[in-house]
């Protein structure tokens, strides 16, 4: 049988700032490959480079050195409209601050990446996913009128929608209470097995780390085994 090829593969990125005492190094030489329906906890102390090496994952965030393919296509090589292109068609992102469009209703940010890739369903497939959050009574709720858990359902839906080969979540369970937690992990994992989603999941959360196939540790920028 031949190998399946990573679906994402991260080599020698390093992340520099300049800052007024100098060069400031986020993130060192770090290097590893996930491979389809994989799924992944990357974990440690608060200002290791979670958020910003998942940042750079999705083609957010630029790399000061280093490479990361994406499904065999080098992110950075591509301008910014292809690594948009490119994550509206294979990627979800759950931003640790949500990030949900002010001015559009949560069915409205659920559809939203659906209508971008001319899915003529979108308004019952968004429906369908902020109903399988818990969230079908707040259809139309503007963010401002949600709880900071339904806000973050929200921002899961939005990403789980279109079913992406790699899900990037940054602490997507952080503002939930225990139970609604737990069934967004499930569904994060359901979608990991039925759709074949390779799940990548920042966490603060040993127990939740500890359902993921493997564990990647940061520590001041450093991939640690
Ligand atoms: N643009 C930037 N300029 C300067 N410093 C930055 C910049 N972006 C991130 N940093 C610094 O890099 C470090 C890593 O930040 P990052 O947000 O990746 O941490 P994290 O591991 O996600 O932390 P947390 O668990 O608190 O979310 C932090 O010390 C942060 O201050
Ligand atoms: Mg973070």
């Given amino acids: 049988?031949?190998?399946?090829?990573?679906?994402?593969?991260v080599q020698g990125v390093t992340k520099q700032v300049r800052d007024a005492n100098g060069t400031l190094t986020i993130l060192h030489d770090i290097r590893f490959q996930l491979a389809p329906r994989e799924s992944v906890a990357i974990v440690g102390a608060s200002g290791s480079g979670k958020s910003t090496l998942l940042s750079i994952m999705a083609g957010l965030d630029v790399p000061s050195a280093g490479t990361v393919q994406l499904?065999?296509?080098?992110?950075?090589?591509?301008?910014?409209?292809?690594r948009a292109?490119?994550?509206?068609e294979r990627l979800g992102f759950v931003f640790q601050s949500f990030q949900l469009m002010a001015h559009l209703t949560a069915l409205e940010n659920v559809m939203l990446p659906l209508e971008l890739r001319g899915d003529r369903e979108a308004r019952q497939r968004a429906t369908d996913m902020l109903g399988r959050v818990g969230l079908g009574s707040r259809l139309g709720h503007y963010p401002r009128l949600l709880s900071g858990g339904e806000q973050q359902r929200v921002a899961l839906?939005?990403?789980?929608?279109?079913e992406p080969a790699l899900?990037?979540?940054d602490e997507p369970t952080g503002s939930l209470d225990h139970a609604t937690g737990e069934s967004v992990?499930?569904?994060m994992l359901e979608l990991n097995r039925a759709a074949g989603t390779t799940l990548v999941l920042v966490t603060?959360?040993?127990?939740?780390?500890a359902r993921c196939d493997r564990q990647l540790r940061i520590e001041a920028g450093r991939l640690v085994d």
């Fill in 1 to 9: 049988m031949v190998e399946q090829s990573a679906i994402i593969d």
């Fill in 71 to 82: 499904g065999g296509v080098d992110l950075f090589s591509l301008d910014e409209d292809g």
């Fill in 85 to 88: 292109a490119l994550r509206g």
């Fill in 157 to 162: 839906a939005r990403a789980f929608v279109i």
């Fill in 167 to 169: 899900l990037l979540a």
């Fill in 185 to 187: 992990m499930q569904l």
């Fill in 204 to 209: 603060h959360d040993p127990a939740l780390a």
